[in-house]
């Protein structure tokens, strides 16, 4: 074979001349004659094996040229034929590579062969690629055309073709034919052919689909097999970076293939040089669009998953990415550290490296917490979420991380709060220490412990040794003095003073005992700094124990010898140096005590600052858990499912006070949002209905012991929340249900000894068992009243009135039936035992009898038969027994009188005494008033409806069809005559309910009013009757009566508004302001002139009062009860309540006004100029949180505009610079556009004579900074302008500025000055004509700032109903002249006239 087969760079290059011996196509055979050459082909195929390409190449690369104009046929043929040729070379091969008589023709040949079928089969996969992404795309999904199904057929077959090519090519090159190449060097534009077509293969968007992962693996493996024997490692990784930039879907592909390359292939250098490679990324590169900053992050998120401990010898060139800026990067980086310390550097047997690594990873998160971003700080949290479920955090960290996820609690991203939730619901899952104490259960542990501590310290501080220094160290100290000392004691011409001084010690020394006890006692002149004395003993010694080996070096005193002799004597051992210092020998069972001792003391102090890090780690629980019940009603629906999942997880680790935010979600069960109801519903089910047991009765008991513990001291609203849930269980047939409610019963009748509370829960939880199913109580009323309700029920008034709460289930009223009402006889054995239970309790001092009361009141108008005359003779029964208790006390006084001189004290006893239940009989009177109006509206109505429309339907039946439908025909066509359709009947009911209600209640006759003239005279005379509790009760009892009808609500509501303003108990005058509530919803004509003094309690002195108010005002004014006026500023002034509680409630009345259309837009004029009155004095600063707050809620355009124009006009009647400044600063809180800055300049005459004020001036130049933000250049010269005209008049005065400044203007524009001059005195004359016609914003908005006496010409004051008028009456007050009136009903007409006009 002559010529060579050169692989080329572009496939049109192999028809053009070549080089010398270099193969040219031929002849590029004709797309018609192609299926015969292919057949050829096929036959060479099988003769000649895979040696056949040599002659057919042309074939095939004329495949490639016709490849668009070519049926599917032939380009199948032509895959089958390549992959054929490629299969038969890998399996030829491997004999013909190890054979000796390989011949440099054969190889040759060989080589040809592979270079050609090859390439051929690689530009082949790529044009199949090519038209199946093509099809791909243009074949729409689903659709059922021929053509379409033909397309999807051949795109599903070269989906299984292509792991044929694959695998060929896998198994020729994973053969050693390097060596078929000269000097094994295999040419670079083969491996790029083969590397080119896997890479296209992964330009398909559906290579990372699961389906495809046979492909997948198998390029990953080509590819890996490329990197290793044919040198691809740095094309691969430049190859990576750009595909990575391109196709962001290929990051999980190139992440598995890396890990694979660097642990199967073992190529690690592959992540160096990819890692680097995106490290030398600059961060202005990555923060462009299009750089594949998603791809780049998520490939080192997925790679760091894959192979953590690869890349932290990368890690260095990453970091730096943390200070670009890009937050994509930012978090993947966070991620990569993350999955380092999750799977790398966890555990205690790290080295020092390891550990210092560690510490600087957790160090950059902790930084990032705090990242600019919140996407960012998210996700750090995520990952830190992750640390702490793997346990790798140390524990050395948990305060401080968990102190950043509190602070991250406050953020105002609200992906970061939810994520800083679910790490502090991690750390509570996995915490090192024991959640059920809190921070007040371990404080007085850790005292003991730390006292216990501080003991120990001071007991081994006694017994240590005077110097801690050890004997080598105190040795090279004293050495250079010891020697000149040991110089001066041997030369014979010493000092005879001094031997005197000193020596006389040693001159008397006798011999000790043993050489040691002569050492010890030079030791401790050495120590002591007597070294003359220590030389002479040593120099005596040597005399003494001239054996001993201790002194055996001084037979010749030189002072080296005498140097090493005392230096082996102090300095011994290091061990017993401190025995030798005391003159003891060491002793071993000292020892042992010592290192003892040492040993409790490290216990000691682990124990105290595990307590410590236990005590921080619940107070920062307490914390979090304080903050996050908080979320529970934040707006964001995400957030709350977050908080509940919180709370669940708090509760299941049984952690101190969960039980709080358990309970304070369950209102949600009433959310209108469905996911969160959900979600509350779900937690309640998960912590409550579902317990834990071996058998039913154990599941049944661990339920009602979870849901009892949960009832135990809640609230009413509580525990209707918390019915809402139950009864669901209750009415879902679980299989436990009957045995619950078996457990329930044995509780509440004592067969299981329970505490009082356990009964209440069971009875309770009973009740809403029979809101389910009625039989559940009904069949069992007998043992509810004997347990209950009979002989000891003074003992137990609360069981008795939950009882109650329980038998009202089963009425009609809870039920809400349809059908006859169910009602028991008088004579049942339950209303017997009410009646006595109710009355007998008049007569005592319990606190809990009223609440009963209410209750059974409640139920017998609920459910006997004709309850009035029930209720009329318990209050018969109760105001006898109350009379025979004062005639007995009376007559016991003056027995005792005669005896003994009765004390003032007493007197006083006996009349608080009579007070107390005088004030139980008065609760009781209005109990049975109201709801004995209750039930005439209510029961009697809806009793007379029924029976109506049974008459109806039964006279139907009795008349045939026809007469039916003429009589229909004839009623419908007389009343649409007479406009009364729908009137009749039901206006007659409802007359015959009002006329009882009005005549017969009170009648000389009914016993209800024997008791009205002592309710009005007691509430009439409080300084008679200052009883608090007689005062509370009368005062709530008249407001009862007052409910019957009007006329007994005009005569008393004098009454009620004097108590209101001039009670000193708060707690009357709450419950008149909740009185007086409902009397305006029931008699609105009666009430509205005396609408502000319901305000007025809105600045009550005391907290509860004021939260009272706004409540109930809160409910009147979005109900459409009371018209909304410019009394709402009282309101407003709440906003910066000190109660945080009453804050939120006039924050949530203007968030439902402002769904009102106008409302607050209407109104804000007015409370502007109620606030910034000289008279209230408020401060600025108050006046601007409030205004702050509402005009976020002026959002439209046209609103802005209108509000411009009316606090511009405002500036002509205010009179105090205080006014002009908080004019000013109101104008700069709206959020102004183009249009509301036009009119701005349009009232330039009302303000800028103020401009002098820099209160006035700046809030102005706030408004301008605002509009400059963004506007286009011709907008932001007409700003500029009115700056320089602003700041002109600022710093020279009005006078100073105009006139010039006038002159220019109308120099430079000319004619647009005239026509802007023309343009304003309309617009003064509009205002003039919308002044004169009295509307209702022009009442609020023009005339009336500091001047509202001009509102008094109005000659028809009843009708204009603008806030700016001044109130003509005071506090109400019992003299009738000062009583508001309504002259006629007129009134209530001329307003809906207003309204609708």
Known sequence: MSWDFLVPVCVGDLVKTGGINQYVVQDVIPAKQLPSHLSKFKMGLRSQGPSCILEHFDTGYSVLQHFNSLELGVKEDT????????????????????????????????????????????KLTESLESVSYRQSIVTAPGKGSKKGK??????????????????????????????????????????????????????????????????????????????????????????????????????????????????EYGVRAIIGEVIREIGQKSSEELAREGSGVKAFASFLSELSGLVPELMIPNISVLITHLEGESHTMRVAVCEVLGEILVRVLCGDGLDESGRADRDRFFDILQEHLHDTHSHVRARVLQVYTRIVNSKALPLCRYSEVMGLAVGRLMDKSINAVKSAIQLLAAFIAHNPYSCKLSSADLKKPLETETAKLREMKEKLEGKAPVTVIKASELWAAMEPELLLTVRTTLEPTSDAEEENNEGGDVEDEKPEDDDRATAVKIAQYLRVNKYRNAVKLCVKAHSWFPESEMFASLSTVTPESLMDTLGLIFKGSDDDASDVSQNLPPTPQKERDKEGDEGDLKKQEMLVQYLRNMETFSLQVEQAISVINNM??????????????????????????????????????????????????????????????????MKAQTLVDSLSELMVDASLGTIQCLEEIVQE??????????????????????????????????????????????EVVLSNLDTLCSVALGEKVTEEFLLARDTVITICSITDHVRQSKGAPFRLPQDHQLFTCLTQAV??????????????????????????????QLCSRLLQRSA????????????????????????????????????????????????????????????????????????????????????????????SAMEEELGLIGASAEDTEAELIRKICETELLAEDNLLSAFLPLLVKVCSSPGRYSHPQLTTAACLALSQYMMISPSVCEDNIRLIFTVLE????????????????????????????????????????????????VTVLTQLVLKDVLKVKGQVSEVAVLLIDPEPHITSLALNFFNELATKDNAIYNLLPDIISRLSDPERGMSSEDFNTIMKQLFSYI??????????????????????????????????????????????????????????????????????????????????????DFEKRLTAVHTRGLENVESPEMEENQGEEGTAEKTSSRTLLPTRGRQKRRGQTKSLVSSHGDDSFVTPQKSRKSKKPVITFSSDEEEDEDDAVMAESETPKVTTPISRTSRRTRLRN
Request: some cysteine.
């Open 880 to 971: 006898r027994l109350l009379l025979d208790q004062i005639v007995e006390g009376s007559e016991v006084n003056k027995d005792v009188g005669q005896i003994h001189d009765a004390s003032q004290d007493s007197s006083d006893q006996e009349e608080q005494v009579n007070c107390v239940c005088l004030a139980q009989l008065l609760a009781l009177c209005g109990c049975v008033a109201f709801w004995q109006v209750s039930h005439l509206e209510r029961s009697v109505s809806a009793e007379l409806r029924r029976r109506r429309g049974e008459t109806e339907e039964r006279e139907e039946k009795e008349k045939g069809p026809g007469s039916k439908a003429k009589q229909l025909a004839n009623e």
């Open 79 to 122: 895959l089958d034929l390549l992959v054929k040729v490629v299969s038969d070379l890998a399996v030829s091969l491997p004999t013909a590579l190890t054979s000796t008589t390989f011949s440099t023709a054969e190889r040759k040949e060989k080589l040809n062969a592979v270079k050609m079928s090859v390439f051929l089969l690689c």
């Open 632 to 697: 529970l009603y934040l707006k964001t629906t995400s957030v709350v499912q977050e908080a509940v999942q919180f709370c669940v997880t708090v509760h299941e680790f049984s952690v101190a006070n969960s039980v709080s935010g358990v309970r304070k979600m369950l209102p949600l069960v009433w959310s209108t949002d469905a996911a969160i109801k959900d979600a509350v519903v779900q937690a309640y089910r998960r912590l409550y209905l579902n317990p834990q047991g071996d058998t039913v009765r």
């Open 729 to 774: 269980f209750f009415g879902s047939g679980s299989n436990l249900q009957s045995t619950v409610i078996q457990v329930l019963w044995e509780r509440f009748t004592g067969k299981r000894e329970a505490s009082v509370l356990h009964k209440r829960a069971a009875v309770l939880l009973l009740g809403m068992a029979a809101r389910a199913e009625r």
């Open 150 to 263: 033909g397309g999807g057929e051949g795109l599903m077959q070269w989906d299984s073709e292509r792991e044929r090519v694959l695998h060929a090519l896998v198994q020729l090159l994973q053969l050693d034919i390097r060596c078929l190449w000269s000097l094994s060097l295999v040419e670079e534009e083969f491996i790029s052919c083969v590397t080119c077509c896997c890479y296209k293969l992964l330009e398909n968007p559906t290579i990372s689909h699961v389906k495809n992962k046979p492909t997948r693996d198998c390029i990953i493996h080509l590819l890996g097999i490329l990197i290793t024997k044919y040198n691809h490692l740095l094309g691969a990784s430049v190859k990576v970076i750009q595909m990575l930039q391109h196709f962001e879907q290929l990051s999980s592909v190139f992440a598995q293939a890396v890990s694979v390359w660097s642990t």
């Open 1195 to 1280: 959002t439209k355009e046209r609103q802005t505009e209108s509000l411009v124009e009316k606090l511009c006009q405002r500036f002509r009647t205010a009179k105090t610079e205080r006014q002009w400044c908080d004019l000013a600063m109101s104008l700069s809180l709206l959020s102004m556009c183009e249009r509301g800055f036009k009119r701005l300049q349009e009232c330039w005459e009302c303000y800028s004579d103020k401009l002098t004020e820099s209160g006035v001036y700046q809030p102005l130049l706030t408004i301008i900074a605002k509009l400059r933000r963004g506007a286009k250049p011709q907008f932001k010269a007409q700003i500029d």
């Open 1062 to 1109: 001039r009670s000193t108990l708060p707690v009357v005058r709450a419950n008149a302001i909740i009185a007086l509530g409902d009397l305006t919803v029931r008699f609105p004509n009666t009430l509205e002139p005396w609408t502000q003094n319901l305000y007025a309690r809105l600045s009550d002195e005391v907290p509860s009062v004021r939260q009272t108010a």
């Open 839 to 868: 009355a007998d309790g008049v007569v005592m001092e319990d606190p809990y009898w009223q609440s009963f009361m209410e209750q059974a009141v409640r139920l017998i108008y609920f459910l006997a038969e004709s309850p009035d």
